[in-house]
């Protein structure tokens, strides 16, 4: 789409709301973005051109020439967009020299709005559904778990000629797969996604246009349980304790004709629907799949179908009011893994290593069968010490897939409504099994990955790696906690204290918008944000310290890292009410009251004093609304807040803190949270600092800190002149540390430091999982403090970069991130005294580089020295560094440093 080929900036990476050209979008001022690349030093974009088209190529708005030169986005000001259309756009971006350069994208319009819909929610007569089938082994009893088949709906219907274009919108209250003529419709897995369903079902379009074909035609779907029916969380109770019983579809594909003409098939009572022969299917439990009730050809026009066992549907409701165009990008089945090693552990036995514990399933090729054979899949996260699966941590989630064979005596075993968290497979029932013949399915939500990080120590790396696939394991629809037992809840504090990690290694920002939604519904009347989002009956409710403040916390995150206001508009009021809840029932201050469930610095090995940690998370979230209402210029509210913060850091300093800079409690947290959050005076933090560093050492150095705690300890070490510690606490290998677990096996990130050890064996069952990305935190500090990427303090969507390297006595590091603004990245090494630094700063952006040195006269980039090199200007010189401001462009640093 390059209409020119200026030698000015180059914008690319198109996004619309965050997301490539979108399918289905509800918001009325969409925000339109662009990253840039240049090949030359010191580029910076002279201003932009935005124009929108729609599709007949009527041009419906334009920003006319935008002189803005830190510009990477505008938000939508035109008339407003119509439902169901598709608008084309183009970015023009002007060089320093006036030459333009055009690059062009698409976004679609979704239902816009409740009053759009004629469908109507449909599933198999319930009464009907048969669920009291003796169970055979390996299978649940249906009844005794409330378990129930999954329901199949479908519909045949004539098309006169190809229509030029076809959408449909569809949504399940449980999960959904749509088939036109027999293909799957898109690659979503566990549609529509876990919202509260009570306040808001998402939907999403897919473009069918492909699959219809003129004469009849058969829209078909397979609906189960998911989280809308099915087991969700550690509630004991029944499914249908948290939204509904039975899964339902809604869906409208819309056919549209050459001339304009729509016409609209949608879900309604002329549907028909049947049993599945997925027999039950619930997320935590596991799923069924009996091949001998299977009807070949249900999802076909015409041919060997069958309508035997076929009702007209059952028409479950009308009301459309609550869906919403979802968001975040979908799950899907992002890459597969081998089979390490199968062995075999009985007659008809084998266990399988992944060799990576991850969240999905498998896809096993069974042979040999007869039917009526029953192939059984467990799933576990490690072996026991016997050398069989270990599955006493998942709690009551069964995690086992059955396939129950029909005829054919080779078949394929995917299921499609359940996931897991799981390393190894136990299969019984087959008399052979090749690693060939069985893979790992990895499913995610499909947050686009935009970060890299290495360095000269094997064991860091892998921790890095561990700690990705935290992210990737626990990114399924929410941010959850677990992947595994019966929990895999959107934990709030999880999600506050991994979100630094996650931005720098995916683009979640769209994934967190979907999910802040959640978070703002679950909030109470009083204000309270909640512990868990989407919330959920049977977990209380009342946001604890640090738990509920992520409503605060994250938006601020998000803004800071994409550059984005409106994290800020859209959550603004939530924040504040957070804070006058706090407030209103603690107006001493010291936030001891209303504290919901108070879960402290969880898990750690020294506890903080409650009243300190409440109250620091209160200052901070006080300090972070009135920062966010400043950005959007509420400056009242900006003022209240601001004051309000001063107060309670105050507060905190007078019942808290000693004259020397002693905290009460005494603990690594309490320290962290004081420095981190600012709430020392300034003659405190020398005292704090020194105490702080004290505490560490004498644990090893080691760290005693539990989830609140543990994200800050490197950045704190380092931004008070302890980086050595920082190294120090990241290189330690006996327990609690980051690498512990990994040299015992871990390929992901534990919820606990000693989940398991070679004296005790595993910890406490009831809560170990060996997949929470909480302590992996630190992955965060591996990017800005190791490698040294940052944006400066202050700096929103990477604008103001801060290169500060810590090199430690490692020798080489690097990052790389693909910022909103473009690349970013920074590679150093260090070899015979030289220190290399390679820099990489996008189009319009600056930087700070400190580059580490023991002589700072000497340092020289690209072969010059440093004061003479283009683009690079002195800022100013410490012991140990040289301070350099620079342009965009890529730049090489060497320096002396021994
Ligand atoms: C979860 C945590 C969560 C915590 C609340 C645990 O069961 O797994 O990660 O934040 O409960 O303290």
């Given at each position: 789409m390059t209409e020119?080929?200026?030698?000015?900036?180059?914008?690319?990476?198109?996004?619309?709301?965050?997301?490539?050209?979108?399918?289905?979008?509800?918001?009325?001022?969409?925000?339109?973005?662009?990253?840039?690349?240049?090949?030359?030093?010191?580029?910076?974009?002279?201003?932009?051109?935005?124009?929108?088209?729609?599709?007949?190529?009527?041009?419906?708005?334009?920003?006319?020439?935008?002189?803005?030169?830190?510009?990477?986005?505008?938000?939508?000001?035109?008339?407003?967009?119509?439902?169901?259309?598709?608008?084309?756009?183009?970015?023009?971006?002007?060089?320093?020299?006036?030459?333009?350069?055009?690059?062009?994208?698409?976004?679609?319009?979704g239902m816009q709005g409740p009053s759009a819909w004629t469908a109507a929610w449909i599933t198999h007569d319930p009464s009907v559904l048969d669920v009291v089938d003796a169970p055979e082994e390996g299978e649940l009893a249906l009844a005794d778990h409330g378990l129930q088949p999954a329901v199949r709906l479908r519909k045949a219907f004539e098309v006169p000629a190809a229509p030029a274009g076809a959408r449909l919108y569809v949504t399940a209250r449980g999960l959904y797969e749509m088939r036109v003529n027999g293909e799957r419709v898109g690659d979503a897995e566990l549609a529509p996604g876990w919202t509260d369903y009570r306040d808001r079902v998402d939907y999403q379009v897919h473009d069918v246009t492909g699959l219809l074909r003129p004469g009849t035609n058969m829209l078909?779907?397979?609906?189960?349980?998911?989280?809308?029916?099915?087991?969700?969380?550690?509630?004991?109770?029944?499914?249908?304790?948290?939204?509904?019983?039975?899964?339902?579809?809604?869906?409208?594909?819309?056919?549209?004709?050459?001339?304009?003409?729509?016409?609209?098939?949608?879900?309604?009572?002329?549907?028909?629907?049947?049993?599945?022969?997925?027999?039950?299917?619930?997320?935590?439990?596991?799923?069924?799949?009996?091949?001998?009730?299977?009807?070949?050809?249900w999802d076909l026009p015409a041919g060997d179908r069958d309508d035997a066992g076929w009702l007209p549907a059952w028409v479950a409701g009308t009301d459309p009011s609550r869906l919403t165009a979802s968001a975040a990008p979908p799950v899907r089945a992002v890459r597969e893994l081998p089979a390490r090693s199968v062995t075999r552990a009985g007659e008809n036995r084998f266990l399988v290593d992944f060799g990576q514990n991850f969240a999905g399933?498998?896809?096993?090729?069974?042979?040999?069968?007869?039917?009526?054979?029953?192939?059984?899949?467990?799933?576990?996260?490690?072996?026991?010490?016997?050398?069989?699966?270990?599955?006493?941590?998942?709690?009551?989630?069964?995690?086992?897939?059955?396939?129950?064979?029909?005829?054919?005596?080779?078949?394929?075993?995917?299921?499609?409504?359940?996931?897991?968290?799981?390393?190894?497979?136990?299969?019984?029932?087959?008399?052979?099994?090749?690693?060939?013949?069985?893979?790992?399915?990895?499913?995610?939500?499909?947050?686009?990955?935009?970060?890299?990080?290495?360095?000269?120590?094997?064991?860091?790396?892998?921790?890095?790696?561990?700690?990705?696939?935290?992210?990737?394991?626990?990114?399924?629809?929410?941010?959850?906690?677990?992947?595994?037992?019966?929990?895999?809840?959107?934990?709030?504090?999880?999600?506050q204290v991994f979100l630094p990690t996650a931005c720098l290694n995916a683009d979640v920002a769209a994934f967190f918008d979907g999910w802040l939604r959640e978070v703002r519904g679950a909030q109470s009347p009083d204000g309270a944000f909640t512990n868990v989002a989407p919330r959920l009956a049977g977990v209380a409710d009342e946001g604890a310290p640090g738990w509920g403040d992520a409503g605060v916390l994250i938006p601020w995150h998000l803004y800071q890292v994409y550059g984005d206001e409106r994290f800020l508009e859209r959550n603004l009021d939530a924040m504040c009410a957070w804070v006058d809840h706090i407030h209103r029932h603690n107006p001493g201050l010291v936030w001891t009251r209303r504290v919901g469930p108070h879960f402290a610095d969880w898990l750690a090995p020294a506890p903080t004093p409650r009243d300190v940690l409440a109250t620091a998370y209160f200052a901070r979230s006080a300090d972070l609304t009135a920062r966010a209402a400043g950005v959007l210029g509420r400056?009242?509210?900006?003022?209240?807040?601001?004051?309000?913060?001063?107060?309670?850091?105050?507060?905190?300093?007078?019942?808290?803190?000693?004259?020397?800079?002693?905290?009460?409690?005494?603990?690594?947290?309490?320290?962290?949270?004081?420095?981190?959050?600012?709430?020392?005076?300034?003659?405190?933090?020398?005292?704090?600092?020194?105490?702080?560093?004290?505490?560490?050492?004498?644990?090893?150095?080691?760290?005693?800190?539990?989830?609140?705690?543990?994200?800050?300890?490197?950045?704190?070490?380092?931004?008070?002149?302890?980086?050595?510690?920082?190294?120090?606490?990241?290189?330690?290998?006996?327990?609690?540390?980051?690498?512990?677990?990994?040299?015992?096996?871990?390929?992901?990130?534990?919820?606990?430091?000693?989940?398991?050890?070679?004296?005790?064996?595993?910890?406490?069952?009831?809560?170990?999982?060996?997949?929470?990305?909480?302590?992996?935190?630190?992955?965060?500090?591996?990017?800005?403090?190791?490698?040294?990427?940052?944006?400066?303090?202050?700096?929103?969507?990477?604008?103001?970069?801060?290169?500060?390297?810590?090199?430690?006595?490692?020798?080489?590091?690097?990052?790389?991130?693909?910022?909103?603004?473009?690349t970013v990245a920074t590679a150093w090494s260090r070899h015979d005294g030289v220190f290399d630094l390679r820099v990489t700063v996008p189009p319009g952006a600056t930087a700070t580089v400190h580059v580490p040195t023991d002589d700072p006269a000497g340092v020289r980039e690209s072969g010059v020295p440093a004061?003479?090199?283009?683009?690079?200007?002195?800022?100013?010189?410490?012991?140990?560094?040289?301070?350099?401001?620079i342009a965009s462009g890529e730049y090489r640093f060497t320096a002396g440093l021994h």
């Open positions: 020119s080929q200026g030698r000015g900036p180059l914008p690319y990476g198109l996004r619309c709301d965050h997301r490539v050209e979108p399918l289905g979008l509800d918001e009325p001022a969409p925000l339109l973005s662009w990253r840039l690349s240049s090949g030359r030093r010191g580029d910076a974009p002279a201003g932009y051109r935005v124009r929108v088209r729609d599709e007949d190529g009527t041009q419906v708005w334009d920003t006319g020439a935008v002189d803005d030169p830190s510009a990477v986005s505008v938000r939508y000001g035109g008339p407003a967009l119509r439902a169901r259309t598709r608008y084309l756009w183009t970015v023009a971006v002007a060089g320093a020299d006036g030459a333009w350069t055009q690059e062009g994208s698409w976004f679609e319009t078909a779907a397979t609906v189960a349980d998911g989280w809308w029916s099915g087991f969700a969380g550690f509630d004991p109770r029944r499914p249908g304790a948290h939204y509904g019983t039975f899964p339902q579809l809604l869906a409208e594909l819309h056919l549209v004709h050459a001339g304009g003409a729509v016409d609209v098939i949608a879900t309604g009572g002329d549907w028909q629907s049947a049993r599945s022969p997925v027999r039950y299917a619930d997320l935590l439990k596991g799923e069924c799949h009996d091949l001998r009730r299977e009807t070949p050809g399933r498998v896809r096993l090729t069974a042979r040999g069968l007869t039917r009526g054979d029953r192939v059984v899949v467990r799933h576990g996260e490690a072996l026991d010490d016997a050398g069989g699966l270990y599955t006493a941590n998942l709690r009551t989630a069964d995690a086992t897939d059955v396939l129950i064979a029909g005829d054919d005596a080779e078949t394929v075993f995917e299921p499609r409504f359940t996931y897991h968290g799981f390393r190894h497979v136990e299969v019984t029932g087959l008399t052979a099994l090749d690693a060939g013949d069985i893979t790992g399915v990895v499913l995610h939500s499909d947050t686009p990955w935009a970060g890299e990080f290495t360095c000269s120590d094997p064991g860091i790396d892998r921790l890095h790696q561990a700690i990705c696939w935290g992210q990737r394991s626990n990114f399924v629809s929410v941010p959850t906690d677990c992947p595994q037992r019966d929990e895999r809840l959107g934990w709030l504090a999880d999600a400056d009242e509210t900006a003022a209240r807040y601001g004051a309000l913060a001063g107060h309670i850091r105050k507060t905190f300093t007078e019942r808290f803190a000693t004259p020397d800079g002693r905290i009460h409690g005494d603990t690594q947290t309490g320290y962290l949270l004081a420095l981190a959050f600012g709430l020392l005076p300034a003659e405190l933090v020398p005292g704090a600092v020194r105490r702080l560093a004290e505490l560490v050492e004498e644990a090893g150095p080691g760290l005693t800190t539990g989830f609140l705690g543990v994200g800050l300890i490197a950045p704190v070490l380092d931004a008070h002149g302890h980086a050595d510690l920082a190294h120090a606490l990241l290189r330690r290998t006996d327990p609690p540390s980051w690498l512990y677990p990994l040299g015992h096996g871990a390929t992901t990130v534990w919820e606990r430091w000693d989940g398991y050890t070679a004296e005790r064996g595993f910890q406490a069952a009831a809560m170990n999982s060996f997949n929470h990305y909480a302590l992996g935190s630190v992955g965060e500090w591996l990017h800005r403090g190791v490698a040294g990427l940052d944006q400066a303090p202050g700096s929103a969507g990477y604008r103001e970069l801060l290169i500060r390297p810590r090199p430690g006595d490692l020798t080489s590091a690097s990052a790389r991130y693909e910022s909103v603004r473009g004061a003479d090199a283009p683009g690079v200007r002195i800022a100013g010189a410490g012991p140990r560094e040289l301070r350099c401001r």
